[in-house]
């Protein structure tokens, strides 16, 4: 079991147990966390005395000398993708390879998907694996604080190319027609779920891309289901 699993969430995670009971999650599938940056350091995701993670590495590349400093890599685009050495994913405000970031956002996020679960520590992601490898996160940085809307589109191609399955969006911005393109592409020819939060504004309408027709919008409830979570931020849950 894990410490958090159930603080505050019962009948959530009573439906999440029941899940299990079908899928823990799969080391085969790619999910991709566009955000303000995920602690890939972090146990419940990292190596740790359990011996695996749950961070998507790039095998196309070659692993950095020192697996926590994303300094060490060789300064080679190893697999030709136009951006060096992204072993473990991208910062694409920051144009670096280090997808961890300041702000606590996008490893939030990236929990509740793939924190490794049944680890007596911290909370169980949905797809943590079960005291085994779970589903793989994919960590590209959007923002350190604030989603920018300029990259978000090359970051979905990214994640597409990358092998993700599966788009995990927490934010809300402006509409574009390079994101719609994004997506469409993502969506269309790469068979890529892309996954976003309704909103963070306690507000009955959609924001985008949520409410983009190729891109399921989740909205978030409390136990008498009405109202929304509201963060201090334009990330959203």
């Given at each position: 079991?894990?410490?958090?699993?159930?603080?505050?969430?019962?009948?959530?995670?009573?439906?999440?147990?029941?899940?299990?009971?079908?899928?823990?999650?799969?080391?085969?599938?790619?999910?991709?966390?566009?955000?303000?940056?995920?602690?890939?350091?972090?146990?419940?995701?990292?190596?740790?005395?359990?011996?695996?993670?749950?961070?998507?590495?790039?095998?196309?590349?070659?692993?950095?000398?020192?697996?926590?400093?994303?300094?060490?890599?060789?300064?080679?685009?190893?697999?030709?993708?136009?951006?060096?050495?992204?072993?473990?994913?991208?910062?694409?405000?920051?144009?670096?390879?280090?997808?961890?970031?300041?702000?606590?956002?996008?490893?939030?996020?990236?929990?509740?998907?793939?924190?490794?679960?049944?680890?007596?520590?911290?909370?169980?992601?949905?797809?943590?694996?079960?005291?085994?490898?779970?589903?793989?996160?994919?960590?590209?940085?959007?923002?350190?604080?604030?989603?920018?809307?300029?990259?978000?589109?090359?970051?979905?191609?990214?994640?597409?190319?990358?092998?993700?399955?599966?788009?995990?969006?927490?934010?809300?911005?402006?509409?574009?027609?390079?994101?719609?393109?994004a997506i469409e592409m993502a969506?269309?020819?790469?068979?890529?779920?892309?996954?976003?939060?309704?909103?963070?504004?306690?507000?009955?309408?959609?924001?985008?891309?949520?409410?983009?027709?190729?891109?399921?919008?989740?909205?978030?409830?409390?136990?008498?289901?009405?109202?929304?979570?509201?963060?201090?931020?334009?990330?959203?849950?």
């Amino acid at each position: 079991r894990d410490c958090l699993l159930s603080r505050g969430l019962g009948d959530v995670y009573k439906r999440q147990e029941n899940a299990w009971d079908i899928s823990t999650g799969t080391s085969t599938v790619i999910v991709a966390i566009l955000d303000s940056g995920t602690d890939w350091n972090h146990i419940d995701f990292g190596l740790g005395s359990d011996s695996f993670q749950n961070v998507y590495l790039n095998t196309n590349e070659d692993p950095w000398n020192n697996p926590n400093d994303p300094s060490t890599g060789n300064g080679v685009d190893d697999d030709e993708n136009g951006y060096i050495d992204d072993w473990k994913g991208w910062d694409f405000s920051n144009s670096n390879n280090d997808s961890r970031g300041p702000y606590w956002h996008g490893t939030h996020v990236a929990g509740i998907i793939g924190a490794k679960s049944n680890n007596n520590d911290g909370i169980a992601g949905v797809a943590g694996g079960w005291n085994n490898e779970g589903s793989k996160l994919l960590l590209c940085g959007l923002g350190d604080y604030n989603p920018d809307s300029s990259i978000l589109d090359d970051a979905i191609l990214y994640a597409a190319q990358m092998g993700a399955k599966i788009i995990q969006l927490s934010l809300g911005l402006t509409q574009s027609s390079a994101i719609d393109d994004a997506i469409e592409m993502a969506y269309n020819n790469y068979d890529v779920t892309i996954i976003c939060s309704s909103g963070n504004s306690s507000r009955p309408t959609v924001s985008y891309p949520s409410s983009h027709q190729n891109v399921i919008s989740v909205g978030a409830t409390t136990a008498v289901s009405y109202t929304h979570l509201t963060l201090p931020t334009i990330y959203s849950v």
